[in-house]
């Protein structure tokens, strides 16, 4: 391998490599600082393409006369491996968007009994909820369809429970409705 193409061989597998390992720290940890780092590893991708593919025209121009079958494959092969970055970043920045824009809804029954009917409205789009048994955990996630409030009301046999569960629903946030014995519940919100 000469070393025009292990030039553009690296200029396509670092950024691939760097950009997916970065991802897959921020969906381990959420550390906004990853989504810096893959931000630059994106636009530094795109100088590493640039540079890739001139490394590949001059390889090609120097060795497609000694090995043209050899130089083509290669070229193909290299070339596709810097082109696939460009879908790569799109799947990882898609992605992480969806996750960091998502809002997650967790309800835990610890009423010690059957919660017969659920539904949540309001900025959330509207859920229903059915048989929720006693210790049961549900955990939900939707994009908020507006930033604004949002309500729950529950019933448990011939008891009704309703409330607001979030004053501002808010892309990014999380947040726990644990309905309590005795007809109380509690409102925990975290992003």
Known sequence: MTRLLAAAFACGATPLAIGTAI???????RWDGFMVMGLATILLGLVAF???????????????????????????????????NFP??????RSANDIATRYTLTVENQSGEVIDRLVFEGACP?????????????VYWFQPEFEGPATFEARLGDKRLEGVVDLWVTAGQS?????????GFHVAIGK
Do not use: D
């Open 23 to 29: 991802y897959l720290a921020w969906r381990a940890t």
């Open 50 to 84: 640039l540079v890739g593919m001139t490394c590949l025209a001059l390889h090609l121009s120097r060795e497609a006369g000694v090995q043209p079958e050899r130089s083509w494959r290669q070229a193909i092969l290299v070339g596709g491996l810097l082109l696939i």
């Open 88 to 93: 790569a970043a799109f799947l990882c920045v």
């Open 126 to 138: 509207r859920l229903e909820f059915e048989k929720l048994k006693a210790g049961a955990r549900l």
């Open 175 to 183: 947040l726990t409705l644990r309905i309590k014995q005795n007809g």
